[in-house]
């Protein structure tokens, strides 16, 4: 089995522009959940004691592939003698459309597919900056299915209520973007690799534990009766 050599590049923008003072970061992203989250940590930069403020606007690309594009919404930092470690969370775009409500006043007449619902919904809270991608095809809402909500419902939760209408699911792209998707029943081959060398390039395994006994298996076990 041959085995080529993986893209591992990593690059965080901050506004725009390359940064290079991070030290670490994690991003999460589930199929069900429309917007990413990650973890930045950076060390202070010469002249610049706090790199990162909030609202600036971030996008980091793992191996050439966005996967969380959005603002800054938390930065907190820790001052020790030998440590000065500063840390941020970044939320994906599509976030503003959780945080926020619809509004008032919200009627899509049908017929209309779930990504005009999307469109015109975000189009209301003015959040048409979040584009609608639609992976998975939907039925129309036709006549008896009258798109409407509360003034105080909340963006997602009012498009999540109308998706599931149609079995499907809102995720995010890692583009800031809203993604109408299904699950297909697809299955992505993956490993495990460790060939023994920390340095090894083909390595996709940083660190791993295991563990097994036979505690609580007993041969026999005595109970009172009657």
Known sequence: MSFGTP???AIVIVNGMAFGGWTHFQVTQTFDQATGDATLRMSPQPGQ???IMLGDKVQIICAGQPVVTGHVHRVWGQHELESHSIQAQIRDKTQDMI?????PKHNIDPPCSLADVCRKTLKIMGLSGINVIERAKTAPFTLGEKVSGAIDERGHEHLERWAAKRNVV???????NLVIDQNDGRRLPGAMIHFGLPDDPLN???K????IDDFQRHNAHAVAGQ
């Open 49 to 51: 004691p706090l790199p």
């Open 7 to 9: 893209d591992t590049s």
């Open 204 to 206: 996709n395994c940083i």
């Open 99 to 103: 945080d926020s409500t619809i509004g």
């Open 170 to 176: 809102l995720t995010t792209d890692g583009k800031g």
């Open 208 to 211: 791993s534990q295991f563990g």
